[in-house]
């Protein structure tokens, strides 16, 4: 073995001894479940847990109260790598998305890699970020905007899945917020005094539909009326529809969002109506994992003999905001296997990521992240 397979098996005798503690943080944070910026208690239990180890730690960063950042500084020249968790749950579900191992296995690394870079002398900064409302919210996009990743040189961050993969394809997301405004009128008495909101919208819908055969493969709109009027009898005066968009590319979906907007356009200069857009929340952009991450991230799973599969688009694909970070730095999201044939989001998912599938996956998380940071630290 050479010195840094050395220190690898360092690292895997660390997290095999430090296993139960890191057990308690994850099953704590399984029992109390929390919606997206309401992680109080997720976020206690991980600072708590990393500044036993002596890390720096300062709650509440990027002008969000459950987020953190957490540092080991050797004072040595060197790279800095940070390593992402996330916390929050599902609604009803729970940890359905398995985000009590996403941020246990970010913390249990850190700890891992920083007595590895203590003993041996490693130059570098190694951070812990803890990034809140993956689920809704998009925390890290709200990190990237307030320049918490500026001066970081590679972010890594593992998720459960039914297979562990070295690699990941995510779509980019933009959810937009369409308002239609009419005229009221007594819909049997004088309707032609009015101008039907709802008409707007259901038009828009059809507008939406037309478009479809022209979007690119692996693009995605998918929408709801929100608010359609109170009183059948009544013209509707104001109705409202949102809308998700999705591609594999973020300036292709950015594209899409125009021909939406004019599908919006369009609808309400048909039914005389008036139009107004509202953006809901983060814009997500398209996963573009490091490929010298990818590269560690697979060799890691080779040396600890964790059995993996390659990422194609035939595996479903979802949306991120660590796709956010990866258009910034270099960065990576991996998938580490929960439970084979058992899809994210569900109960069946919770259940795992809380019992003895989910040890498992912890044990190996903390490995893969640690031997992967380190590997960017030894550059």
Not at 54 to 62: E, L
Not at 79 to 107: F, Q, R, W
Not at 194 to 205: E, P, R, Y
Not at 274 to 287: F, G, H, P, Y
Request: proline share 3%.
């Amino acid at each position: 073995m050479d010195n840094l397979e050395l220190m690898k098996q360092e690292i895997s005798n660390l997290a095999k001894e430090k296993k139960e503690e890191f057990e308690k943080v994850s099953d704590y944070i399984f029992a109390n479940p929390e919606l997206a910026f309401k992680e109080y208690k997720s976020q206690e239990a991980l600072c708590k847990l990393l500044e036993s180890h002596g890390f720096v730690v300062k709650r509440g960063i990027a002008e969000m109260p459950t987020s953190f950042e957490a540092v080991f500084d050797s004072g040595k020249p060197g790279k800095t790598v940070a390593l992402m968790g996330e916390y929050d749950c599902l609604p009803e579900i729970g940890h359905g998305c398995g985000h009590n191992l996403i941020g246990t296995s970010a913390a249990g690394a850190g700890i891992v890699l920083k007595e590895v870079m203590e003993k041996h002398e490693i130059g570098g900064v190694l951070k812990v970020l803890g990034t809140p409302a993956e689920e809704k919210g998009s925390g890290k996009a709200i990190m990237v905007r307030h320049g918490v990743f500026e001066g970081i040189d590679a972010a890594l961050l593992m998720h459960p899945c039914d297979e562990s993969m070295p690699d990941d394809i995510s779509f980019a997301a933009i959810t937009l917020e369409f308002t239609f405004k009419g005229k009221p009128a007594h819909a049997a008495a004088c309707p032609w005094k009015g101008a039907n909101a709802l008409s707007g919208v259901q038009l828009m819908f059809h507008a939406v539909d037309m478009m479809r055969l022209h979007f690119k493969d692996y693009s995605r709109v998918h929408g709801i009326i929100t608010e359609g009027g109170v009183a059948h009898n009544t013209i509707t005066d104001e109705a409202k529809a949102v809308f998700n968009i999705r591609s594999l590319e973020y300036d292709y979906m950015m594209e899409m969002v125009d021909a939406i907007r004019d599908c919006a356009k369009g609808a309400a200069i048909a039914t005389r109506t008036e139009v107004e857009e509202r953006q809901l929340d983060e814009v997500i952009k398209d996963v573009r994992n490091d490929k010298k991450l990818v590269q560690y991230v697979r060799k890691n799973m080779d040396f600890i003999g964790e059995e993996y599969i390659e990422r194609d688009l035939t595996q479903g694909i979802g949306s991120t905001d660590v796709g956010n970070v990866t258009h910034e730095i270099p960065a990576i999201q991996f998938y580490v296997k929960l439970k084979e044939h058992v899809g994210t989001h569900t109960k069946e998912f919770a259940v795992a990521a809380g019992g003895e599938e989910g040890k498992r996956n912890l044990h190996a998380s903390v490995q893969l992240l640690a031997m992967s940071a380190l590997d960017v630290l030894s550059e």
